[in-house]
C-alpha cells in the first residue's frame, strides 16, 4: 500500500529483575538488571517516587526489548520497563506472573517485531492495560498471563 505506514513494532518480552538499586546521579530514577532468558542486561527507569528498588527483585515484568539502547544520567539502559500511571498519580508496572523469562507477549495476528527501535517509534503505537487485558493497537497481548500491578490501569509507556 502507498502512504500508509505503521509503527515500528516493539518486541516485548519478560524479564525477572534480577538486581535493582538508586540510580547514583538521578533521585527519580532506579538501575536494575534483568535477566532476559539467558542474556542479561540492563535499565534505568523514572519510577523511584513509585517503588524501592528492593520490592522490584524477584518480579517478572514485561520490557520493550527491542529498545536503542540509551545512556540515562551516565547509566546505560538497554530496554524499557512498561508502565501506566493513573489520573490520581499512582503508577503500575506491567508484570507476568510467573512468567519465564525471555517469553515473548505479542498479539496472535501481529506482525513480527521490528529490528531495534527509537523511543518516539515505540511511542508511535498504542499500549493500553485495561482490567479485560492488554492491548497493542488494539489487539490483545498474549503468550504470558498479564497483570497491572496495583490495579492501575491506562496507556502504558
Known amino acids: 500500500m502507498t502512504g500508509t505506514s505503521f509503527p515500528p513494532v516493539p518486541e516485548l ?16 530514577l532506579l538501575v536494575m538488571r534483568i535477566d532476559l532468558g539467558g542474556e542479561e542486561r540492563q535499565i534505568v527507569a523514572g519510577i ?6 528492593e520490592e522490584l527483585v524477584g ?3 514485561v520490557v520493550v526489548a527491542n529498545l536503542q539502547p540509551a545512556k540515562l544520567r551516565g547509566e546505560w539502559s538497554q530496554a524499557m520497563l512498561l508502565a501506566a ?3 490520581g498519580g499512582r503508577l ?4 507476568a506472573p510467573g512468567a519465564a523469562p525471555g517469553t515473548r507477549v505479542a498479539p496472535s495476528s ?7 527501535i527509537t523511543f518516539e517509534g515505540f511511542h508511535e503505537n498504542v499500549l ?11 489487539q490483545p497481548l498474549e503468550g504470558a498471563a498479564l497483570v497491572m500491578d496495583r490495579s492501575v490501569y491506562g496507556r502504558l509507556k
Do not use: C, S
Open 110 to 116: 501481529g506482525q513480527p517485531p521490528d529490528g531495534e
Open 92 to 95: 503500575g508496572i506491567l508484570l
Open 128 to 138: 493500553m492495560a485495561t482490567p479485560e487485558g492488554v492491548f497493542l493497537n488494539g
Open 13 to 28: 518480552r519478560v524479564a525477572r529483575v534480577v538486581e535493582a538499586r538508586n540510580h547514583p546521579n538521578a533521585d527519580r
Open 85 to 87: 500511571e493513573d489520573e
Open 48 to 53: 523511584r517516587a513509585h517503588y524501592h528498588a
Open 59 to 61: 518480579k517478572e515484568i
